[in-house]
């Protein structure tokens, strides 16, 4: 067998990968013909490549690496676990000391009455967990009718074919058969792209009622739960106008349905608070974890669940569960994770110091004449890209032309910074110091200068 490592030729790496590595999200014929990036280490806010090039990572790989590359402590806790306890289930009453530990600390980081966890093994599954978990809840109150689950168009709940549907991704729903039945989308809070002559205000009260207007439509008794990003994350950083949420707390209360927080991205600091329901004020019944919650060491995922709602589920057998739920060694190092976004002050200082910091700068690309709004909560970001501002004038290309064609150019000035249709988004690691965030800030206008003569070089630079 060939010994595969760093050290082969780049171009070796990308045909062994194109022949026989099958890579998500991606069109794999295009990528055989391009080669992918081989990405070879990391260390703080910085990837290294196959080619000895460092780039600035300003997605913390996929909005996960909150404590940044290169712990050496994540790396001793999960090699002291591994040692003592590889593995064991948490099935058929046994437990073990890192899944009991892991919970209750995080019974004390989330808000008062979220105090029981379900573990996955990624969001996905958290979220598939979620969807058994608030019907179940729902039958075993004697209201089984109460089935459906009301998510947003363009939200991103995961991969699996239950988490899939909960998503309002219509690329993904095009695929496979979903979504499953009994799941309802309502439209999202974009007021740039979609909030016309309305005020953020109106529009904000606007996109809440629609929640309100599909569960009477729908009729209460038939409605299980509302789930949502309390920032949308992979749907572009969409953060809703200030009156949209206190609205859909209303009526989530009011219409005695459940509220999934799905924190997948936005927990662990990242908008400044332990969770973003707490950034936001939210009251959720659930809420998903994953990602921040290992910083991406570990594969682990979960639900943390309310009193409420765990007191019912717990009066029964929930058939449900992972071989990997509680896996010892994800939790071990979840935990050590926890430990150092605590103790070295992470959340605070994206609250109080490097996020106000970061949203000065960010904000500051506003004056860019390619960009039409930046808007940005704790340590994640986006920027709408237009040909023209004061119209919030999208482009006339497909959606996402514009957008690709940045990213090539952030990409090529060693940024890592996404595009999401003609949106551009960052979630950098949350240990990023001033003067990463000053060349995060350069690299990035520095790559719309370029995109922008690149557009108008093309021809593109069209209001649609
Ligand atoms: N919920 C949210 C809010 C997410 O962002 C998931 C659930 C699913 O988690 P897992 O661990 O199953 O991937 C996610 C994941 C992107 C991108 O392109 C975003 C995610 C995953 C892959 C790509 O921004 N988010």
Same mark, same amino acid.
């Not at 991606?26 to 780039?55: F, M, N, P, W, Y």
């Not at 994350?233 to 927080?261: H, K, N, Q, S």
């Given at each position: ?211 309100? =207007?599909?569960?009477? !439509?729908?009729?209460? $008794? ?5 789930? +949502?990003?309390? @920032?949308?994350?992979? &749907? ?122 970061? =949203?000065?700068?960010? !904000?500051?690309?506003? $004056? ?5 709004? +930046?808007?940005? @909560?704790?340590?994640? &970001? ?83």
């Amino acid at each position: 067998m060939q010994q595969i490592t760093n050290h082969l030729p780049t171009a070796e790496l990308q045909a062994l990968d194109a022949a026989h590595h099958m890579h998500p999200f991606s069109t794999q014929s295009e990528l055989a013909a391009k080669g992918a990036r081989v990405i070879t280490g990391a260390s703080g806010v910085t990837l290294r490549d196959s080619e000895g090039v460092e780039i600035l990572d300003a997605m913390a790989g996929l909005w996960c690496v909150n404590v940044g590359y290169g712990r050496e402590e994540l790396a001793e806790a999960a090699a002291r676990q591994m040692r003592e306890l590889p593995y064991y289930n948490t099935f058929f009453m046994t437990t073990h000391v890192p899944a009991i530990a892991l919970s209750a600390r995080l019974a004390e980081l989330a808000p008062g009455h979220l105090n029981h966890v379900f573990y996955a093994g990624s969001g996905s599954e958290a979220n598939d967990t979620n969807l058994r978990m608030v019907r179940t809840y729902w039958a075993e109150m004697g209201k089984p009718s109460k089935q459906i689950v009301i998510s947003r168009w363009n939200a991103y709940h995961g991969s699996s074919v239950g988490s899939g549907s909960l998503g309002g991704m219509k690329g993904m729903h095009a695929q496979g058969g979903m979504p499953i039945p009994g799941i309802e989308h309502i439209d999202q809070p974009n007021w740039w792209a979609e909030g016309g002559d309305m005020s953020p205000e109106e529009f904000g009260l606007e996109r809440a009622r629609q929640l309100e =207007k599909k569960i009477d !439509e729908l009729g209460e $008794d038939n409605v299980a739960a509302f789930i +949502a990003e309390p @920032v949308q994350g992979a &749907g572009g950083v969409i953060v809703a106008p200030d009156t949209y949420w206190p609205e859909v707390m209303r009526i989530c209360r009011e219409r005695d349905i459940l509220f999934i927080a799905d924190e997948v991205i936005c927990g662990f600091g990242r908008t400044g608070q332990w969770f973003g329901s707490q950034t936001l004020d939210l009251a959720p019944d659930i809420m998903t974890i994953a990602k921040g919650l290992s910083s991406g060491y570990q594969p682990i995922g979960g639900s943390i669940v309310s009193d409420k709602v765990a007191e019912v589920i717990g009066a029964t057998e929930f058939n449900h569960g992972y071989t990997y739920s509680g896996h010892p060694v994800a939790c071990a190092v979840a935990l050590e994770n926890l430990r150092i976004l605590d103790e070295e002050g992470i959340v605070t200082r994206v609250r109080e110091d490097t996020g106000p910091y970061l =949203k000065e700068k960010f !904000e500051g690309l506003m $004056d860019h004449p390619m960009v039409g709004e +930046a808007k940005i @909560v704790g340590m994640m &970001g986006s920027i709408a890209l237009t040909p023209d501002k004061a119209a919030r004038a999208r482009f006339a290309s497909d959606a996402g032309t514009v957008g690709y064609m940045v990213r090539e150019r952030c990409f090529a000035n060693n940024l890592i910074m996404r595009h999401v249709g003609d949106r551009m988004i960052i979630s950098p690691p949350l240990v990023i110091s001033k003067s990463e965030i000053d060349t995060l800030i350069e690299r990035a206008w520095q790559s719309l200068d370029e995109g922008m003569a690149a557009v108008k070089d093309a021809g593109l630079w069209t209001a649609g």
